[in-house]
């Protein structure tokens, strides 16, 4: 890997935020695509790199998977099985893979992905470190739409904030960046870092990126995919049609500051890296006048509560046949061993 370029000015920290599509049904191919990517994101020094939401397992944008209000085709169950197979189990073989990514180039890595967890699917955010552990993760709370038919519903319990030199990192993806209520926990957790891993490419997810970091007086880190007809096998059925240059989803990644102002992007129609430098001391600049979870708060008037509590759908009381304790789901999923790989010189 060539040398990476890193942050001249003292103080600062480089951040940056990829725009590019799956591979959709392809596996192995999307994280050999996104091997290059971080391999770019690398040599421009990159210290913490989002990548979009769905970006490993795909966003199959414009199938139905045969449903109909009361009936589903065979057609749209052969689409979800596929579906499931390029899917990821977390932790897993390709965790592993993608955590050797984050220890290459020494950065910490937030990366979408379809997580499957026996027959069901998430849409989940990774992170890792610069090590390649994977440092937690983050279940989408509330499927969109269509989203609900092949997608499970995220608890409370997967909302990590994770540290880093850069700063506090978090995610919502794409639509969980309109729950307030889901902002006001993340903001309580202490979040400079939102990560907004997205397939949005509306003009007016732009003014909502903004808004949220003024809101937050944070840095807003917004990756959503590029991609086109050409990025999905011939036989993928979409409402959008078959030529290869159709622009399923067009992108318009950004890095937004703590005061609303755009620092790189944002960017349409094309595959790109985009990179910022950051100052975290503008954090605290910003929430001079405005921090919404300390004294611009009103706790006397406004209350939130907040359920961590894994919500296993079936829970086994005291131990199984082989005398040892019976575990949730969630509370079985441990982190990844560090990944060594050879890193930049």
């Known amino acids: 890997m060539p040398t990476p370029f890193p942050c001249p000015t003292p103080g600062l920290r480089r951040v940056a935020v990829v725009q590019a599509g799956s591979s959709l049904f392809d596996l192995p191919r999307t994280l ?3 091997e290059a990517l971080c391999d770019r994101a690398a040599q421009q020094g990159a210290e913490l790199v989002v990548f979009p939401e ?4 795909g966003y199959p944008k414009g199938l139905d998977f045969g449903a109909r209000v009361g009936t589903r085709s065979a057609a749209g169950r052969q689409d979800y099985a596929r579906y499931w197979q390029s899917a990821i189990t977390v932790p897993g073989p ?3 893979r993608i955590g ?3 220890a290459r180039m ?4 937030v990366v979408g992905v379809i997580e499957r967890d026996g027959a069901t699917l998430y849409c989940t ?5 610069p090590d390649g552990a994977l440092l937690g993760k983050h279940r989408k709370l509330m499927p969109t ?3 609900r038919l092949i997608w499970g519903q995220g608890d409370g319990s997967t909302l990590p904030v994770v540290d880093s030199p850069v700063g506090r990192i978090g995610a919502a993806i794409c639509w969980e960046n309109y729950m307030p209520h889901l902002r006001c926990a993340l903001y309580a957790k202490g979040v400079t870092i939102w990560c907004a891993p997205t397939v949005d490419e509306r003009d007016i997810w732009q003014a909502s990126m903004r808004h949220i970091a003024y809101e937050g007086r944070m840095f807003v880190l917004s990756a959503c995919q590029y991609l086109t007809r050409a990025d999905a096998p011939e036989d993928y059925d979409c409402v959008q049609g078959h030529d290869p240059a159709t622009v399923l989803i067009r992108g318009g990644s950004v890095i937004i500051g703590p005061l609303g102002d755009v620092l790189a992007g944002p960017v349409y129609d094309r595959e790109e890296v985009l990179v910022a430098d950051i100052d975290p001391m503008d954090v605290i600049r910003g929430r001079y006048d405005l921090d919404v979870v300390g004294h611009y708060a ?4 406004f209350a939130l509560t907040v359920d961590e509590t894994p919500r296993a759908p079936v829970r086994f009381a005291g131990a199984t046949p082989q005398g040892e304790p019976t575990a949730a789901p969630a509370e079985r999923a441990a982190e990844s061993p560090p990944v060594t790989a050879d890193a930049a010189p």
Not at 54 to 57: D, R, S
Not at 106 to 109: I, P
Not at 125 to 129: D, M, P, Q, V
């Open 32 to 34: 050999d695509r996104m």
């Open 54 to 57: 769905a970006y490993v397992g």
């Open 100 to 102: 050797s990514f984050a």
């Open 106 to 109: 020494r950065a910490h890595l």
């Open 145 to 147: 739409a269509s989203e």
């Open 298 to 301: 009103r706790p006397d008037v």
């Open 94 to 96: 390709e965790c592993r």
């Open 125 to 129: 955010a990774l992170f890792f470190g």
